[in-house]
């Protein structure tokens, strides 16, 4: 069924386990506020904006990618306010070419330095002479009137296959106040590129990140954030092992000088960062959609370590649902301060819960910061049945998918974003809904399609497949 997609009204709903919470008119600031740590702002107009890939065909060429930024506004954000960049966009680098999904991983930060939040698109899947998936980087240069051309940062040891570009965080990793740029590839190296101008970067070092000496050892996601409160972005390198069949994890967290690092005993399908009980530390959350669960740490003088270690599932106290074999929770995760109570909260992806009788309809949960750290006490439930939300349940939809949390009204609250890339067979949806005092509520409630945003309406394009996550910029 294909919805038609709009604002919702403001409605008061029953706060209870896997419901959404009440939530009051905002009333919209006379003038935005100081954009929240972590979001994005590519105008510089102090909202946040929603920064969206998606697989769509560009110009007749199938899957050559597009990401999607809706600017943000007293109002939040909507379709009418929307910003399409692709490798046919003028000072854009490359070329339209089949499959290359541009932009398939994504981060964002001001890495140039002039108050305006830079894109970064990762092209794992793009061609390089001829290898079909060398993989590029391509970094957006934010403005007042939005996005103005790019620059390539070239892969500095390109291998066959190298898929570089395949993982993406911004942090500053030196502590002299310039943000720097982790690049993954397919195999087991991150790339450190600093001092990034117009020109490309005048810095790059090799970080060779081996979580096993197994071959079939690889890593799934980069976040950054300063555990320690030393000044310095620490980069965690979250990884995953399987063999014969088994499944276990690690991840490995440098500090800001990047020398040896910390081993965590969990895999990172999905990582982000912040202060979850607002002692002045970044903290981590880790997700493992194997695991069906997610694990915070907590921040302390010493860095990371398992003694600050919590796993939260659905069977935990608190968290609505139920734990099921393929539900996918922890499949993505998100961190911002909902409720602004001063503790960051977290958005749980829940990709293939089943709502109800709905397979794979899939969820949002949302996790409460306080003083003794992320708990499941509080939480709430987020789906297309939440009363308020746009939309309706539907199978395969896979709601939760994507997640981000960002001010885009600014109101000093995190809104909660939430991709459905197969809503209206494969086309894609996204949704954004306000945050509040107590919690996400459908104030700005509001969704909208790939179609709706002026991108191909033809199946497969997936808007709302991904969205910057990991922390710092």
């Known amino acids: 069924m294909r919805h038609s997609y709009r604002s919702a009204p403001v409605l008061a709903v029953a706060l209870a386990a896997g419901l959404l919470a009440a939530t009051p008119a905002h009333t919209a600031p006379n003038a935005p506020a100081a954009p929240l740590r972590g979001q994005s702002d590519v105008n510089g107009d102090g909202y946040g904006d929603l920064v969206t890939a998606s697989e769509a065909a560009v110009s007749g060429v199938p899957r050559a990618g597009a990401i999607v930024v809706n600017t943000g506004s007293s109002a939040g954000v909507s379709a009418g306010r929307t910003d399409i960049v692709t490798q046919g966009s003028p000072g854009v680098p490359g070329a339209l070419e089949e499959n290359d999904e541009f932009g398939s991983a994504l981060a964002t930060g001001d890495l140039d330095g002039d108050g305006y939040t830079d894109i970064v698109a990762g092209t794992p899947d793009e061609k390089v002479g001829s290898d079909v998936a060398g993989g590029a980087v391509t970094v957006l240069w934010g403005s007042r009137s939005g996005i103005v051309g790019g620059a390539d940062l070239p892969d500095p040891a390109p291998t066959q296959h190298d898929r570089f570009g395949d993982r993406l965080v911004v942090g500053d990793f030196d502590g002299d106040g310039n943000p720097e740029l982790a690049v993954g590839t397919s195999g087991n190296d991150v790339w450190i590129f600093g001092a990034i101008a117009r020109g490309g970067a005048g810095e790059r070092r090799r970080l060779t990140t081996a979580i096993a000496p197994e071959s079939s050892d690889y890593y799934r996601d980069l976040a950054a954030g300063d555990f320690d409160a030393d000044g310095r972005d620490d980069l965690v390198v979250g990884g995953r092992y399987d063999e014969d069949g088994s499944y276990g994890g690690a991840s490995l967290v440098y500090d800001g000088a990047l020398g040896d690092p910390t081993v965590l005993p969990d895999e990172a399908h999905a990582a982000a960062t912040g202060d979850f009980d607002a002692d002045g530390r970044d903290d981590l959350i880790v997700g493992s959609r194997d695991e069906n669960s997610v694990t915070a740490y907590a921040g302390a003088a010493a860095g990371l370590s398992s003694s600050g270690r919590r796993t939260l599932t659905q069977e935990s106290r608190g968290v609505p649902g139920a734990t099921e074999p393929e539900d996918s929770f922890g499949e993505a995760v998100a961190v911002g301060d909902i409720d602004g109570d001063g503790f960051a909260d977290a958005a749980v992806g829940v990709e293939f819960e089943t709502i109800g009788s709905v397979p794979n309809a899939g969820g949002v949960v949302v996790l409460r910061g306080s003083a003794d750290g992320l708990t499941g006490v509080g939480s709430q439930a987020v789906h297309q049945g939440t009363a308020g939300v746009p939309g309706a349940n539907e199978p395969y939809d896979r709601f939760g998918a994507a997640v981000r949390l960002t001010d885009t009204n600014g109101d000093a609250r995190a809104d909660l974003a939430v ?45 709302g497949r991904s969205m910057p996550v990991g922390g710092g910029a």
């Open 419 to 463: 991709g459905a890339p197969m809503e209206d067979t494969s086309n894609g949806a996204l949704w954004n809904l306000g945050g509040s005092v107590s919690g996400v509520g459908t104030s700005y409630a509001t969704a909208f399609s790939a179609a709706d945003v002026g991108l191909s309406k033809a199946p497969w394009t997936y808007f």
